[in-house]
């Protein structure tokens, strides 16, 4: 396992609004659960956690350090700013060690497609994470796929081209679909799903005009 990423933590008096004063000075409300502990409000500094975010990902092991005790965790949820995309609330998920545990791990795509550089193809990843189970210290940040294997229209990419290392496995669908090559639409069949998507509204708004009707007809009997 990679050297483990520490982040400083401390303890945490504001709740609610109050803590918008916090993140005004760069500072990001926590809250950490789990393994033999009662959820405990923290705080965190944002340039630390993003740093931090950025190496690890969700699904390798960090430190968060807390009042000098070291607490090994998953980052389990970030949330963002809708305006400015910072990072406002995290959740850290404390976890044993020595204890097996299912999470996620990320499918990162690599590499270029000759069916997309040389026929004109659009490629699609339709996967994005698969289901692991797995000793803590032997989790990784993603698993990387290299779409350059994919020359044809019919090439697929599935589960069972990840080559998990030692200690993971694998628990989503070996058969399921990470990343195909969708073929170029041609302009007769893009006309096609044009008139196709127009009947399907025209038929939705006359519906709800003929539903209108009906319900305008029974208050007059009323």
């Given at each position: 396992?990679?050297?483990?990423?520490?982040?400083?933590?401390?303890?945490?008096?504001?709740?609610?609004?109050?803590?918008?004063?916090?993140?005004?000075?760069?500072?990001?409300?926590?809250?950490?659960?789990?393994?033999?502990?009662?959820?405990?409000?923290l705080?965190?500094?944002?340039?630390?956690?993003?740093?931090?975010?950025?190496?690890?990902?969700?699904?390798?092991?960090?430190?968060?350090?807390?009042?000098?005790?070291?607490?090994?965790?998953?980052?389990?949820?970030?949330q963002?700013?809708?305006?400015?995309?910072?990072?406002?609330?995290?959740?850290?998920?404390?976890?044993?060690?020595?204890?097996?545990?299912?999470?996620?791990?990320?499918?990162?795509?690599?590499?270029?497609?000759?069916?997309?550089?040389?026929?004109g193809?659009?490629?699609?990843?339709?996967?994005?994470?698969?289901?692991?189970?797995?000793?803590?210290?032997?989790?990784v940040?993603?698993?990387?796929?290299?779409?350059?294997?994919?020359?044809?229209?019919?090439?697929?990419?599935?589960?069972?081209?990840?080559?998990?290392?030692?200690?993971?496995?694998?628990?989503?669908?070996?058969?399921?679909?990470?990343?195909?090559?969708?073929?170029?639409?041609?302009?007769?069949?893009l006309?096609?799903?044009?008139?196709?998507?127009?009947?399907?509204?025209?038929?939705?708004?006359?519906?709800?005009?003929?539903?209108?009707?009906?319900?305008?007809?029974?208050k007059?009997?009323?």
């Amino acid at each position: 396992m990679a050297e483990i990423i520490t982040i400083e933590a401390q303890s945490r008096d504001l709740t609610g609004r109050k803590t918008n004063q916090l993140r005004a000075n760069s500072i990001v409300p926590v809250v950490m659960y789990g393994f033999k502990t009662d959820p405990v409000s923290l705080q965190i500094s944002r340039g630390d956690f993003v740093r931090a975010y950025n190496k690890a990902g969700e699904s390798t092991v960090v430190e968060l350090s807390v009042d000098g005790v070291k607490h090994p965790v998953l980052i389990q949820g970030v949330q963002y700013d809708a305006l400015t995309d910072d990072v406002i609330h995290v959740d850290f998920r404390r976890i044993n060690m020595d204890e097996k545990i299912e999470t996620a791990i990320s499918i990162k795509l690599i590499g270029v497609s000759p069916a997309v550089k040389d026929l004109g193809g659009t490629l699609v990843h339709s996967l994005e994470e698969v289901q692991v189970l797995a000793l803590p210290a032997a989790l990784v940040r993603e698993f990387i796929l290299d779409v350059s294997v994919l020359a044809k229209f019919d090439d697929v990419l599935r589960v069972s081209d990840i080559q998990a290392p030692a200690g993971i496995e694998i628990l989503t669908d070996m058969q399921d679909t990470i990343a195909l090559i969708q073929e170029p639409v041609s302009e007769d069949e893009l006309k096609a799903q044009e008139e196709e998507a127009k009947e399907s509204i025209e038929g939705v708004a006359k519906k709800e005009e003929e539903l209108a009707k009906a319900k305008e007809a029974e208050k007059t009997k009323e």
